[in-house]
């Protein structure tokens, strides 16, 4: 079946540093790749996508390149703010399911604390 | 920006009590899912629909949950008796076709069964 992995966390870090949360998956077709975001109290949004291998998605100084390779979809950012602090969660999408209900795929998430 | 709404933002229930959470989807968007979170855990995937039914449902939405579309704005799910293991936060989501962006996801409902 479809799975995604993240790196466990929590991730806690200090402002400016770099920031790398680690994404693999597994899938029986060609997934498109997602990160989105869950700020406190809210819901989940799109932070960025790649659809294709060696796409580059990029949102907010965040990037993650689509390694079919080593099937990781790996999120960084170079100097992450403390309003970056939130759940960051990877995600997969099965291409060509536009017809049907397409489910999406969610890995376990990962809180990131980023402390002024 | 176009938003997806859910309400209530938090409902208390108790034990084998129906509950109804609500839904206003993107009004072009012609694909609606429900997911749930349970605390520390995984978003989970529980049902897809489009053109007034269901397309796909997980093993979790048994018996007990339902969707319906009731007048073409509102999306709902019902919950006929609620256990405490359904205590989580619920998300609705849509999503149009060939938009490129992936799903619209809303606040969420955080249900708790007592």
């Known amino acids: 079946g479809n799975s995604v992995t993240q790196m466990e966390g929590p991730v806690t870090l200090s402002e400016e540093a770099f920031l790398t949360i680690n994404c693999t998956y597994t899938?029986?077709?060609?997934?498109?790749l997602f990160w989105y975001v869950q700020y406190p109290g809210e819901g989940l949004q799109l932070l960025l996508k790649a659809t294709k291998a060696d796409d580059k998605g990029s949102n907010k100084g965040f990037e993650a390149t689509y390694r079919k390779e080593t099937t990781s979809f790996h999120l960084e950012k170079g100097s992450v703010q403390v309003s970056d602090s939130a759940v960051y969660f990877c995600a997969l999408k099965l291409f060509g399911e536009e017809t049907s209900g397409s489910r999406l795929t969610f890995g376990e998430g990962t809180q990131l604390t980023v402390n002024p | 920006e176009p938003e997806v709404t859910q309400t209530p933002s938090h409902q208390v229930t108790q034990m084998g009590q129906e509950v109804i959470l609500r839904c206003v989807p993107i009004?072009?968007?012609?694909?609606f899912y429900w997911y749930r979170q349970i605390l520390g855990q995984k978003v989970e995937f529980l049902v897809s629909f489009y053109n007034n039914e269901i397309s796909e449902k997980s093993e979790i939405f048994d018996d007990q949950f339902s969707v319906e579309r009731p007048d073409g704005s509102n999306f709902t799910l019902k919950i006929r008796s609620t256990k405490l293991e359904d205590s989580a936060m619920y998300f609705c989501a849509s999503y149009y076709r060939w938009a490129g962006n992936g799903y619209t996801f809303g606040s969420g409902t955080r249900l708790t069964v007592v």
């Open positions: 009004s072009n968007h012609l694909y």
């Open positions: 899938a029986t077709g060609y997934p498109s």
